[in-house]
């Protein structure tokens, strides 16, 4: 519990950085505005982005006293496999373009603190490599259009010896992102002199993420969205790749089944009919998200559906949840309201576009630091003592 307030003393770039909420605003001065703009924005008038964290105000703590708090740990098992505690980095979608080698580094400062980590289908990095880093990494896939495509990329992924395949649903077409687009972002990337003036003025990321890519790995490529590399982030051929999934049914995910021997979970969930379905295809588990507020404006949030669908698959059913996590007092309130485990994104490639390596071991820290002590507070030793009791 201490190895966060380590990290604090020996790195001066973390000097004030108390909780993920400052790696995030420090990542945002640090990012150009374009690439800024991608990483903490939402879509149309960003309300669900809002929504996600104004949620977690419905609900209050409620303590107990003299509980005898001496022995309390943060470790928590899913699927018999423990962690060190019950959240993980969810899928972050070209972070060695925001963080220099930004997939590697979450995933060795997760392996390290025993917490799991989502690669993103999207992202510019082999799997086959991020798995050195992390060997129990998990691995989320956008479904191609095509079966043999599908088939091919779930024949690389276990040949990688990958057990936990994630698969997102939530994006059957492309989302109306404004911010991205006001900012200058966009697939394929664009090179234009608003970008350049944008990079002079962040010359961190231009000379350490950016040129530091280009020197070490070339021009970053989409690496893991097929089962052969795919097109590099300036091609026009990087949107081709990343539609033509709006046909794409449950159908796909009962063969998906079939085929995939490992763990299964269902991305982007949020209604409890589809809670029940991801259930009778026989899929692991499921994430129940709105995929941090970047699809669909005004939807609802993770956390509001959290007890309906708990309530309608049962006790024994694994149901995760994304979007909004930035406190352990939220951890705690969505373990409470049904969640048998938690994700969160932005705050940890923030953590790796400020420190590196060190600055997600700090992320991490803080993290289950805070939640080691909220329950603490709330009279809890273990993970597994969370209920709808603590809340009000």
């Known amino acids: 519990m201490v190895a966060a307030y380590e990290n604090l003393s020996r790195d001066r770039r973390l000097k004030h950085i108390y909780n993920l909420a400052d790696f995030e605003h420090s990542a945002h001065k640090l ?33 107990r006293v003299l509980s005898d708090v001496s022995s309390r740990h943060t470790t928590h098992s899913l699927w018999n496999r423990s962690y060190a505690a019950p959240f993980g980095i969810a899928p972050v979608g070209v972070s060695a373009l925001i963080a220099f080698n930004g997939d590697n580094v979450m995933a060795s400062a997760a392996y390290k603190l025993g917490v799991p980590m989502i690669l993103s289908g999207s992202s510019l990095t082999r799997l086959e490599e991020v798995k050195q880093h992390h060997p129990d990494v998990w691995f989320q896939a956008y479904l191609p259009g095509q079966p043999d495509l599908q088939d091919a990329l779930l024949a690389r992924v276990a040949a990688a010896g990958i057990d936990t395949l994630v698969i997102t649903v939530d994006i059957p077409v492309w989302a109306n992102r404004e911010n991205n687009m006001r900012a200058g972002f966009s697939l394929p990337l664009r090179p234009s002199l608003a970008l350049l003036i944008d990079g002079v003025l962040h010359p961190r990321w231009s000379l350490g993420t950016f040129l530091g890519t280009l020197q070490s790995r070339g021009m970053p490529h989409f690496e893991n969205s097929f ?11 990087a949107v081709r790749d990343t539609t033509g999934r709006d046909h794409i049914n ?34 692991d588990g499921i994430i129940v998200s709105n995929h941090g507020g970047r699809q669909l404006d005004t939807v609802t949030s993770p956390l509001q559906q959290l007890p309906l669908i708990r309530q309608a698959v049962g006790q024994d059913y694994v149901v995760m949840m994304d979007s909004g996590i930035r406190r352990g007092t939220d951890v705690i309130k969505a373990l409470a309201l049904g969640a048998d485990f938690v994700f969160t994104g ?36 273990r993970i597994a003592d969370i209920n709808r009791e603590c809340l009000t």
């Open 346 to 381: 932005r705050p940890f490639i923030s953590a790796a576009t400020v420190a590196g390596v060190v600055g997600v071991e700090h992320a991490i820290g803080l993290l289950q630091q805070e939640l080691e002590r909220d329950m603490g507070m709330l009279g809890l030793n």
């Open 31 to 63: 990012l150009p505005r374009a690439l800024s703009a991608y990483v903490f924005g939402g879509v149309e008038d960003n309300q669900t982005l809002a929504r996600n964290r104004s949620q977690f105000d419905d609900y209050s703590l409620l303590t």
């Open 227 to 237: 089962a052969t590399r795919g097109a590099p982030v300036f091609s026009s051929a």
């Open 250 to 283: 449950w159908n796909h995910l009962a063969r998906i089944r079939r085929l995939w021997q490992g763990k299964l979970v269902v991305k982007g969930v949020l209604s409890v009919a589809d809670a029940r379905l991801c259930q009778q295809y026989s899929a």
